[in-house]
């Protein structure tokens, strides 16, 4: 009778242990589904379900995720034309339509989204592009996801540049304008096949040895030299286009202003174009106004000096220029194979457009000043936080950094020694040093 009883008590625990079983594994089995369905692979937010995937690009430091052509104009650009390729966050969304007004031409813009904001951001940007017949007839727009990193300034010039749709780009930022009617302008340039340039006097010791250095580049299996046509920059200073930086602009007034004049009903928004100089008549009266600088002439003279402005205030026709370190010209290149494309490590504030000089200038490029052109910089609020990181000073230290290693790697890519200084480069341990400006 006892071993009857405990053996009813052991079945009845085994029975119980196998409910017990059962029920981890059922409640294993339902934590696997939801872990795996919603957790482990998320459905993909409203901004990656699209007819082009995004691509994947593996980055030095990080991964970027891309959305190419997230609107595509319809329009067939001509292959000879000009591409103004340019980066921006959405919040200059409105200056990046100032400069394709006066363009009037194909533009590939990528833009640095944030995924918090996306919704908001890309629904406005539709609104936008989708109310105006000049952004859908010129405008690409690329998207760069935002993922953990300072403003990848060269990364998003690399997108707009691999996405342009014709032969020859204009490397230009948000906050400029070009010229009325220069991309006209550089059609008949760029399609004169016997260009006549006319090259300045080399005064000095130093620029003979520039020129020459320049000169023994070409005949490293080079027949013919690229050209980069330099679009020499200004700095607005008109007392209305500071005033009016006070003023808040709504996504209505971009449209407005996208509306051609004689068809807007009630033009009270200020339009900055009304002011900027449009051709070099206009630009010289400006400038003798002293509302109208070279740019950054305060900051970093060295930046644009190689222009050499004051030849250009009378120049006729084209002339070449020798290349000096720290120079960051808006140029027009042809988009070949070769082409060297922006430095992709630096990110954030610093050397970003310097460094990509340097590297035309490594690979052979002449400079060429076009005389009748220029891009005027339109003043803006300052906001360092859009840079994302410590502050500029610290992120250009950080920047030099990266270029003190770019540097040497290029050269030796070139197969230039390192210890050789071609231009007026820094090398060695005079590179990580305040002596640049």
Request: proline letters at 7%.
């Amino acid at each position: 009778m006892f071993d009857s009883f405990e053996k009813r008590k052991r079945e009845t625990e085994f029975s119980r242990n196998c409910l017990c079983t059962s029920i981890l594994l059922s409640l294993f089995l339902l934590w696997f589904i939801i872990e795996t369905t919603f957790w482990r692979f998320p459905v993909p937010p409203a901004h990656t379900v699209i007819a082009r995937p995004p691509v994947q690009t593996l980055q030095p430091d990080n991964i970027l995720s891309r959305q190419p052509y997230f609107i595509k104009s319809m329009n067939e650009f001509h292959a000879k034309d000009v591409t103004v390729v340019v980066q921006a966050s959405p919040d200059r969304f409105d200056r990046v339509i100032q400069m394709l007004r006066r363009w009037k031409g194909p533009m590939s813009l990528a833009l640095y989204m944030r995924n918090e904001t996306f919704k908001e951001d890309s629904e406005r940007i539709k609104k936008i592009y989708y109310s105006s017949s000049l952004l859908q007839e010129w405008l690409d727009i690329h998207l760069v996801f935002r993922n953990q990193t300072r403003y990848p300034v060269n990364v998003l010039r690399n997108e707009a540049i691999r996405h342009a749709r014709t032969e020859y780009i204009f490397i230009l930022d948000a906050d400029f304008v070009p010229n009325a009617g220069l991309r006209q302008q550089l059609h008949k340039i760029l399609r004169e096949p016997n260009l006549e340039v006319d090259e300045l006097i080399v005064a000095n010791s130093k620029d003979n040895k520039q020129k020459m250095n320049t000169t023994l580049l070409f005949k490293h299996g080079k027949t013919k030299k690229e050209r980069a046509f330099v679009v020499p920059a200004f700095d607005a200073r008109l007392p209305v286009l500071i005033q009016d930086l006070e003023n808040t602009h709504t996504d209505d007034d971009i449209i407005q202003q996208l509306e051609e004049t004689t068809t807007r009903i009630a033009n009270t928004i200020f339009d900055p174009l009304d002011v900027v100089p449009e051709d070099k008549v206009d630009l010289l009266a400006s400038i003798i106004n002293k509302h109208v600088f070279p740019v950054n002439e305060r900051v970093c003279p060295k930046c644009h000096g190689p222009v050499n402005y004051s030849y250009y205030y009378s120049a006729k026709r084209p002339y070449s220029i020798i290349y000096h370190w720290i120079f960051e010209p808006y140029v027009v290149l042809r988009k070949a194979l070769t082409l060297p494309l922006f430095e992709e490590r630096l990110k954030g504030y610093g050397f970003d457009k310097n460094s990509h000089a340097l590297t035309l200038a490594l690979h052979g490029y002449e400079f060429v000043v076009l005389p009748h052109s220029f891009a005027m910089h339109l003043p803006h609020k300052r906001d360092p936080s859009s840079w994302e990181g410590p502050n500029l000073d610290q992120q250009q230290w950080d920047a030099l950094k990266i270029l003190c290693a770019v540097i040497p790697e290029l050269k030796t890519k070139l197969k230039i020694p390192t210890d050789y200084r071609v231009f007026d480069e820094p090398i060695g341990e005079e590179c990580y040093s305040d002596r640049h400006w």
